[in-house]
C-alpha cells in the first residue's frame, strides 16, 4: 500500500484546501486511514481517522473546522479543510493500515499506522 497525498498549497488565513489521498493498489474496504501533520519544532500529530463504513474520528484541537472523508470506488481520501489558521501550517501526512479486525479502531496515535505517504505542505499566511 503506497498512499499518496496532493493538494498542498499557499493560502491565506480563513481560506480552504482539499487534500487528496489516493491509495492505489489495494482494496480500500480493508484499510483503516488517518491523516498526520507535522509542523516544524513540534510533534506529529493525528488530525482525523476513517474507516471504511464512513466513521470518522478528529483530535480535538480541529475545531470542528476539518472534515475527513472516503471514496472507496476511487481508492481516495479527503481531508477538507475550511476556515485555515497560520497554526495549520504544516506537511500533511496520509496514514494507512490494513484492517485486521472488523472494525477500525480510528486510532489518532501514529504507531497505528504503517503505511505513510510523503506529505503535502499546507502553508498558511495571516
Known amino acids: 500500500v503506497q498512499p499518496v497525498e496532493s493538494g498542498g498549497g499557499s493560502v491565506q488565513s480563513g481560506g480552504s484546501l482539499r487534500l487528496p489521498c489516493v491509495t492505489l493498489?489495494?482494496?480500500?474496504?480493508?484499510?483503516?486511514m488517518g491523516w498526520f501533520r507535522h509542523a516544524p519544532g513540534k510533534e506529529r500529530e493525528g488530525v482525523a481517522s476513517?474507516?471504511?463504513?464512513?466513521?470518522?474520528h478528529y483530535a480535538n484541537s480541529m475545531d470542528g473546522r476539518f472534515t475527513v472523508s472516503r471514496d472507496n470506488a476511487k481508492a481516495t481520501m479527503y481531508l477538507q479543510m475550511n476556515n485555515l489558521k497560520p497554526e495549520d501550517t504544516a506537511m500533511y501526512y496520509c496514514?494507512?493500515?490494513?484492517?485486521?479486525?472488523?472494525?477500525?479502531?480510528?486510532?489518532?496515535?501514529?504507531?497505528?499506522?504503517?503505511?505513510w505517504g510523503s506529505g503535502t505542505q499546507v502553508t498558511v499566511s495571516a
Open positions: 496514514a494507512a493500515v490494513r484492517r485486521s479486525t472488523i472494525a477500525c479502531s480510528l486510532s489518532l496515535r501514529s504507531d497505528s499506522y504503517n503505511y
Open positions: 476513517t474507516d471504511y463504513l464512513g466513521r470518522t
Open positions: 493498489g489495494y482494496d480500500p474496504d480493508s484499510l483503516c
